[in-house]
């Protein structure tokens, strides 16, 4: 698929969010187009949250798509030990997706990824990458929880452990 259909496709599912009130943009990356977006968070009131969905062709007509959202932001460098730890601990309790910890940029992200059939109509697309995003907006906001209240200092890495390791 050629970038511009790439990027055709990415701005066709960014109206459905900006529809929703999301700031929506599609930007040009070294690695092709990118569609960028911020929303109401799900773990704060009045914050907001980071998206962003990108897709490239795969061989044999599959599209990969890839997304994140970024739910905490501003780690100080003397949390990033504890929020690995964190982080590796609640990873393994999820269906979907999982949570990294970026040190350059001071950010947790969610991130997944999954390929469809290129022949699927565009409509099709957007429904699967729209369940997809609310799916992990949905996980973010329950195991997410653990990881922003870490980060504000409202609980401990020993009382992560203990709720997750006995759900």
Same mark, same amino acid.
Request: hydrophobic letters at 45%; glycine letters at 8%.
């Given at each position: 698929?050629?970038?511009?259909k790439? +990027?055709?496709y990415?701005?066709?599912?960014?109206?459905?969010f $900006?529809?929703?009130?999301?700031?929506? &943009? @599609?930007?040009? +990356?070294? #690695?092709?187009?990118?569609?960028?977006? &911020?929303?109401?968070?799900?773990?704060?009131?009045?914050?907001?949250? $980071?998206?962003?969905?990108?897709?490239?062709?795969? =061989?044999?007509g599959?599209?990969?798509?890839? /997304? %994140? /959202?970024?739910?905490?932001?501003?780690?100080?460098?003397?949390?990033?030990? #504890? %929020?690995? #730890?964190a982080?590796?601990?609640?990873?393994? &309790?999820?269906?979907?997706?999982?949570?990294?910890l970026? =040190?350059?940029? !001071?950010?947790? *992200?969610?991130?997944?990824?999954?390929l469809? #059939?290129?022949?699927? $109509?565009?409509?099709?697309?957007?429904?699967? /990458?729209?369940?997809?995003?609310? $799916?992990?907006?949905?996980? @973010?906001?329950?195991?997410?929880?653990?990881?922003?209240? *870490?980060?504000?200092?409202?609980? &401990?890495?020993?009382?992560? !452990?203990? @709720?997750?390791?006995?759900?």
């Amino acid at each position: 698929m050629s970038e511009n259909k790439i +990027k055709e496709y990415l701005e066709a599912i960014g109206s459905l969010f $900006a529809e929703q009130g999301f700031d929506v &943009t @599609v930007e040009e +990356k070294e #690695d092709g187009p990118v569609l960028l977006m &911020t929303g109401p968070s799900v773990l704060e009131e009045n914050g907001e949250m $980071a998206y962003s969905v990108s897709m490239e062709s795969r =061989e044999n007509g599959f599209w990969l798509f890839h /997304l %994140m /959202l970024i739910p905490v932001m501003e780690i100080l460098p003397e949390q990033f030990s #504890d %929020m690995n #730890d964190a982080i590796a601990v609640i990873n393994p &309790t999820l269906t979907m997706g999982s949570y990294r910890l970026l =040190e350059q940029g !001071k950010m947790i *992200l969610f991130s997944q990824g999954f390929l469809m #059939d290129g022949d699927v $109509a565009l409509k099709a697309v957007s429904t699967y /990458l729209l369940r997809n995003l609310y $799916a992990m907006e949905r996980t @973010v906001g329950v195991t997410g929880q653990w990881l922003y209240q *870490l980060c504000k200092g409202q609980c &401990t890495l020993d009382e992560i !452990k203990a @709720v997750m390791t006995e759900e």
